[in-house]
């Protein structure tokens, strides 16, 4: 059977652990992602051992077959993403060339003002925000609900003895509390973990709040469904980019990040915590925000989709 007729059938039937699927590679992968989505865990596995036995080269196959296969023995709750992996992708592959970028595309904008206030929506560690600073910020303030990111963003902040103003709340804590006014505000690969519901208020009250808005995001295609073919094929082919940025590592990020992620993209049971969505639609909610100047342009071509910055102003 090919991927549409798997496909049809589903939508026809629903789940059925009996459905024939034949014995392409491709085909018994997206089998497995069914079988997995309805918690069908033990026959996952099963597909994606056989789909990489039939392709031993497409290292998609032989990952997801060995991730599978430590779910199915040790149970979901007991395979996830390690710190450790996590560590190792963020300051590897892709990520370095990107956020080098980023950082460049941040310290260029805050140079085109004499003096500023720039807020961070977001902040993370400061991955991003740091490499950017100048010397020309008056005021830094960041967001960042995380306790543990903060206290680390704090302490690599402090080691250069700039001050800041720390927001220990979400965004859209943050929007409804305050009233003070930045110059810049800023939001990178942060605001998809907003349910795009509350965008639009948010970022109208980030309108209320800054003179200007930079957000960067991913540009990444939309599919109607979860399980649709086009949906497995796009994300099969940007895996095989990122999965070959971390070929030496002995499947560390393979298996303690990239896979995890991966088929968290085909839980059904798993609580969506992103949600991302083509630049355009970015570039339009910053508009209707009430920024008069909105552009839009390319940073990076990272392996998952192109990293662009989107900026609002009067």
């Known amino acids: ?25 491709l085909d ?31 290292r998609v196959f032989t ?7 430590r ?21 590897g592959g892709g990520n370095i060339p990107l956020y080098a970028a980023t950082s460049a595309a941040l310290h260029a904008a805050y140079g085109e ?38 206290a680390e963003l704090r302490e690599r902040l402090g080691a250069s003895g700039r001050p800041i103003e720390a927001f220990a709340v ?27 519901e509350e965008r639009p208020e948010l970022l109208r009250r980030l309108r209320d709040l800054g003179q200007r808005l930079l957000i960067v995001e991913f540009d990444v295609p939309e599919f109607a469904s979860m399980y649709d073919p086009a949906r497995v094929r796009d994300i099969l082919g940007r895996y095989q980019r990122g999965l070959a940025e971390y070929a030496d590592d002995g499947g560390l990020v393979a298996q303690g990040f990239l896979m995890p992620v991966l088929m968290g993209y085909f839980d059904q049971t798993a609580a969506r915590t992103t949600y991302e969505q083509p630049i355009v639609e970015w570039a339009e909610l910053v508009r209707a925000a009430g920024f008069a100047a909105v552009e839009v342009r390319p940073l990076y071509d990272y392996w998952w989709a192109t990293a662009c910055l989107v900026s609002g102003s009067d």
């Open 1 to 25: 059977m090919s991927l549409e007729q798997l496909w049809e059938a589903y939508r026809e039937h629903g789940y059925r652990a009996d459905q024939p699927v034949g014995t392409d590679p």
């Open 28 to 58: 018994l992968f997206y089998a497995a992602l069914l079988a997995f989505g309805h918690q069908d865990v033990a026959r996952a596995a099963d597909f994606a051992s056989r789909a990489a036995a039939g392709a031993p080269d497409e």
């Open 63 to 69: 990952e997801a077959a060995a991730y599978l296969g």
């Open 71 to 91: 779910v199915a023995s040790q149970g979901k709750h007991n395979v996830y993403v390690s710190g450790e992996a996590f560590a190792a992708f963020i300051g």
């Open 113 to 150: 003002y004499e003096r500023l206030d720039v807020l961070d929506i977001g902040a993370g560690n400061g991955h991003a925000l740091i490499p950017a600073l100048t010397p020309n910020i008056d005021r830094l303030g960041v967001v960042e609900p995380s306790a543990a990111l903060l």
């Open 170 to 196: 979400t965004a859209q804590e943050f929007a409804r509390q305050e009233s003070s006014s930045w110059t810049i505000i800023q939001a990178t690969y942060s605001l998809h973990s907003i349910p795009p």
